[in-house]
């Protein structure tokens, strides 16, 4: 206490001065604007096609991960730096909203002249004023009256082909040295992202010394990281739908491939229906042989019964049967009924008059030729009886119906195996297109599945891309706003804290001081440093010029 009321001019001067020094250093301040946007992300609850899809705490993090290192990736950073660029190049004049009018003017003086032959001015058509119009409706007036969009994103290019092109052009060094307060990918990181609470919103935020670069860098920044993450998200299901999209064709070209050898392979072996043709081939040929065969088995009874008539007959009945007329006869009956057989087979698949009309002609010629061979055997024969003793007016008959029974066996029977090897020869291209035509089967069969089985996977593809897409569809729900009023500064804070450590500080050495000050100061301290008793003291008075008549009081305290 003592320390401090001597020394208390000191410990007021000194932290006045201070607080006055900081008072002239911020005398003009560096106001700084801060603005935030807000982002809606739909990562942890948002629509799924998946309707089972359930709720993955950890995924939920990894999504937002991946978001904020987009946001804050070298890449987004260095677009959002060129399309802030380019909208202050197009500027004809200083625009509040979108950048103040000094460092508008300091913008102007820094950027070369060939430079601005990178900023489109061109005239546009038509069909993009309606594109321009409708970009900037929806653009939250990320574009001043006087800019074209479509300008405005040939601009954007043409800076990024430059900054690209090498590493020592203007726009490379003013993102990448890191001394411009608002183009630099240093000043540019500052817009911080960050999640709120375990919701799915994402907010950012931006800190700058100008309120209008501080919106229209957010606003830039929600186009950039919104479209930048749609296009990571969808190019990476679209390469899967893609794959499965080519792999589709394939699988259909083999698949028709393989009902085009099919259908040329039943072009070539006359098939409609292989099946149905080859049971009803079977079917028919199977009639065909019980009928053959019961055939056979009649004539060869006829046959017998012939044979055994004619040895009833006289020996020489048996030398004039044999005489030319009759056999030529008889030829001549086994031709004509062979023709009846074989036109009775033309008429059961297609009839017509002029066949009917033949059939009738030919029948009435066997009639009459086996009236004649009858006629000419009953002259033959001079014998009423045989020799046996029966009458020959029974046994002719009888003889005459079983040559002519046997006679038309024969020519159905000759009919019967022409149609029989008709049968073999269908048999032939039959029998083989079974096993050909199981073995296409088979090759349909498969790349049928295989084409199906591909797809189901296109389609479950088509299903996460759209998923991605709806995923992925960022919304900003909360545009950045223009920040009207300063953040306010710390000008106050720092006064006060001058004025503080001025007194701290002056205290700290005054106690040092005393500390180290080994000077007698009271009796006590004499008595300890001489080893005597001390008397008295005498003050040292002089420091006080208020103290009036010295030599009185200095005379007194000797006393």
Partial sequence: ??????????????????????????????????????????????????????????????????????????????????????????????NPKYIAPAFFDKLKLKIPAEIYNYVETGAISDGDVATNLKSKSNSDDLFPAEISSINYEK???????????????????????????????????????????????????????????????????????????????????????????????????????????????????????YYEQSKAVAVVKEEMEVEYNSKKTELAGIQASTKRLEKKLDIQE???????????????????????????????????????????????????????????????????????????????????????????????????????????KQYAIYAPAGANITRIEREISVSEQGYLEILHGLNLAKLKLQDSEMSANLKTIDPPFFPLKPIPTKRKILILAAAFLGIIFTLGILLIMEYFDNTIKNATRAQKT?????????PKILLNPKVSDTSFINNRLIE
């Fill in 318 to 424: 048996q030398i004039q049967l044999k005489s030319n007329d009759v056999l030529e006869k008889k030829k001549l009956l086994g031709n004509l009924n062979f023709e009846i057989a074989m036109l009775q087979s033309e008429i059961e698949s297609s009839s017509s008059e002029e066949k009917l009309l033949k059939m009738s002609e030919l029948k009435n010629q066997v009639t009459a030729l086996t009236t004649d061979i009858k006629t000419s055997v009953d002259k033959l024969y001079s014998y009423q009886n045989t020799v046996d003793g029966l009458p020959v007016s029974k046994v002719l008959p009888d003889w005459i119906n079983n040559v002519v029974e046997s006679e038309g066996l024969k020519a159905e029977i000759k009919v019967m195996d022409q149609q029989n090897k008709v049968f073999q």
């Fill in 155 to 273: 601009t954007v290019q043409n800076l990024t082909d430059l900054m690209k092109s090498s590493s020592t052009n203007f726009v490379y060094e003013l993102l990448n040295y890191g001394e411009d307060e608002h183009y630099s990918l240093e000043a540019i990181s500052q817009v911080k992202a960050m999640r709120i609470s375990n919701s799915d919103l994402m907010k950012l935020t931006y800190t700058v010394n100008d309120p209008g670069i501080c919106q229209q860098t957010l606003a830039i920044y929600n186009r950039v990281c919104i479209k930048n993450y749609k296009n990571i998200k969808e190019n990476r299901s679209d390469a899967v739908v893609k794959y499965f999209e080519q792999q589709l064709e394939n699988a259909s070209e083999k698949l028709k491939s393989a009902e085009d050898e099919l259908l040329e392979f039943n072009k070539a072996s006359n098939i409609i229906n």
């Fill in 530 to 538: 001489l080893g005597i008793p001390a008397l008295g003291m005498v």
């Fill in 1 to 94: 206490k003592r320390i401090i009321l001597r020394n208390l001019v000191l410990l007021i001067v000194v932290p006045l001065l201070l607080a006055v020094f900081v008072i002239l250093l911020t005398l003009k301040p560096s106001f700084e604007y801060a603005s935030q946007t807000i982002l809606y992300t739909g990562l942890a609850s948002g629509s799924s096609i998946e309707m089972d899809k359930k709720f993955n705490y950890q995924a939920a993090n990894t999504a937002f991960d991946n978001l904020i290192n987009i946001i804050e990736s070298r890449e987004t950073q260095e677009e959002v730096a060129i399309r802030l660029l380019a909208q202050h190049l197009m500027l004809k004049e200083a």
